[in-house]
């Protein structure tokens, strides 16, 4: 067993109407939850405070053709929302250039309006004060942030002082300030009354776009009702790789981004997918969090993220060519990543038990001690952090488990970091070297405060029990109701007891996967498939009786579809 389980309910006629109750939706939520509905389950984007003044702004800068940026983030939150809004932006001019009022004003145009997407070391997050600087003399006037910008207070303060106007977009954590010198969009600002909280930075961003097109018809531009749609295949993208609940509002946009990301117009996403072996036209959560979010992630991770975002506004005869690096570029994260991970497990191993492990090492990359903390949390069941060195500082990233606040867990530090910010599961910071073993100290003595004296143990929720005899595809067609699955809405887990081994295979190019044929008993044999579950191959004998907790999935193989169970843990029966 990788994880101590917990059985939420026994076996239900009613499998959805357990699931719901499991996950909270109460009977009067339950048509919502299932059948999330545009007009019903999305808000007006001027219910944002300072929705109007910044769309205002953002017109005056166009009209007087004044040079405007677009800082975003590296990440595939921050670059699908700096495509999301150059995009909008690029529409907007375009329908105003076909209304009457573009003809005569004859002064619409996009070609001063640029992206700039920070580099992971040189920059740091957020919005550098070298960014602000070498903006001012390029003569910039106005810059909008994507998924960063709200920690920016001396950053923008200098702005102001250079005669740049700043609009952000955000929804990361909020300091005990923020900028005084800005038009802020985040559902988390003071006085904020938007009432969705969750949004991801691109769902910002999309908000921002809706508020702008819809101002721009109002002016009289060409653009049709409702064509801020077609941009949600990038809200889509983000609201899964920033692990976003997908409750709410966030539903909605989900459920809606799926369809435009499977008619997706831009050639680029579609030639990410070809690389990927996967198809565009049935691409689901599961779709973005294993095939396109790590491709998009990888361009930032080890060279730039602008890669990822050309992928994604190139047009079709460019398209190949930057799908093809990202591609190249993730096979090359994963080898790096991989082995960092082996270097870093061995650390944590030879420090042992720990309610929050605080690890570092000179000679890693950047881009992926983000995914080495994610790794580390899910084998060894409580918070980490990964550093290494970037200059004369150490930067990095954490992961939380267990509802451990990791931003409240830095601010328990003190005034130590160069900088710090993000979010309560994922953070990141930069840090002296001399500060380093304080900090580590600082963070577990608010790990033992938090979690008492033992560190939380791993567990595995399972939504309820479920023979493998009951499962057809009835059920299966039923569980999908339930989808989108992400956040929030994890997709259901299912245990099966006194399952019988037929035949157990270790499978993949290094024997890392499990194949399992058992007998539940009283009805046909099943196939299940265990990814990461290959040295359960040595242990199992035939007529060994095993429970095993499972999802219900489907195995497609040459034209064949039928139903499979993909392991999520499994235990000798007592």
């Keep these: 067993m990788k994880y101590d389980w917990q059985l939420v309910t026994d076996h239900s006629e009613d499998i959805i109407g357990a699931l719901l109750k499991a996950r909270n939706i109460g009977v009067k939520d339950r048509d919502v939850f299932l059948h999330p509905d545009w007009d019903r389950d999305t808000h007006d984007p001027f219910i944002f405070t300072k929705m109007q003044p910044a769309i205002d702004k953002l017109f005056a800068s166009l009209e007087e053709g004044e040079k405007i940026v677009i800082h975003g983030d590296y990440d595939a939150d921050g670059v699908s929302g700096s495509a999301l ?31 700039y997407l920070p580099d992971r070391e ?128 966030n539903r909605a946009l989900e459920k809606y981004g799926l369809k435009v990301l499977r008619k997706s117009r831009r050639p680029g996403v579609q030639k990410i997918m070809d690389y990927a072996h996967g198809e565009l036209e049935s691409a689901d959560t599961t779709t973005i969090g294993f095939q396109i979010g790590p491709r998009i992630n990888a361009a ?15 047009p079709a005869h460019e398209a190949d060519e930057y799908a093809r690096e990202l591609e190249m570029l993730n096979r090359e994260r994963r080898s790096i990543s991989d082995k960092a991970y082996r270097e870093a497990r061995k650390m944590v191993a030879e420090k042992g038990e720990k309610p929050i492990h605080v690890i570092w090492a000179d000679h890693w990359m950047h881009g992926i001690v983000g995914l080495v903390a994610g790794k580390l949390v899910t084998e060894f069941g409580v918070p980490a952090f990964a550093l290494t060195r970037v200059g004369d500082n150490y930067v990095g990233s954490g992961r939380s488990i267990g509802g451990l606040h990791l931003v409240e867990a830095m601010r328990s530090c003190g005034d130590i970091f160069v900088k710090a910010g993000g979010h309560p599961q994922a953070c990141g910071l930069t840090i002296h070297p001399n500060q380093l073993e304080l900090f580590q100290a ?35 067609h039923e569980l999908e109701k339930l989808a989108p699955y992400g956040q929030g809405n994890p997709r259901p887990t299912f245990l099966a007891k006194s399952l019988q081994v037929v035949a157990a295979e270790a499978i993949g190019k290094n024997g890392n996967h499990l194949r399992l044929t058992v007998n539940p008993g009283n009805g046909p044999m099943w196939k299940l498939i265990g990814f990461g579950f290959g040295s359960w191959a040595e242990t199992l004998v035939l007529g060994n009786v095993i429970d095993v907790v499972y999802e219900v999935d489907v195995n497609e193989w040459n034209g064949r579809k039928d139903l499979q169970a993909r392991i999520e843990d499994l235990r000798i029966a007592e």
């Design 300 to 314: 930032g991770r080890i060279r730039s993220a602008k890669i990822a975002f050309d992928a994604l506004t190139a």
């Design 442 to 476: 600082g963070v577990e003595e608010f790990a033992v405060s938090y979690f008492g004296d033992t560190a939380p143990k791993p567990e595995l929720r399972i939504d309820m029990l479920l023979p493998l005899t009951d499962v057809t595809w009835d059920v299966y």
């Design 85 to 115: 809004l150059i995009t909008a932006i690029r529409d907007v001019v375009d329908g105003m250039n076909r209304s009457d009022t573009g003809s005569e004003k004859a002064k619409w145009s996009a070609k001063n309006v640029d992206v």
């Design 122 to 249: 040189k920059d740091g997050y957020g919005v550098a004060m070298h960014t602000i600087e070498r903006l001012a003399e390029e003569g910039v006037k106005l810059l909008i942030t994507v998924d960063c910008g709200i920690a920016n207070i001396d950053e923008f303060i200098r702005a102001h002082e250079l005669g740049i106007d700043v609009i952000i977009c955000d929804h990361h954590q909020l300091a005990e300030t923020v900028p005084e010198h800005a038009l802020i969009i985040h559902p988390l600002a003071p006085g904020e009354t938007y009432p969705n909280k969750y949004l991801c930075g691109t769902g910002v961003a999309f908000k921002f776009a809706s508020g702008l097109l819809t101002e721009a018809r109002r002016r009289g531009a060409d653009i049709p009702d409702g064509h801020e749609k077609w941009y949600l295949d990038l809200v889509a993208i983000a609201t899964v790789t920033d692990v976003m609940p997908l409750l709410g509002e």
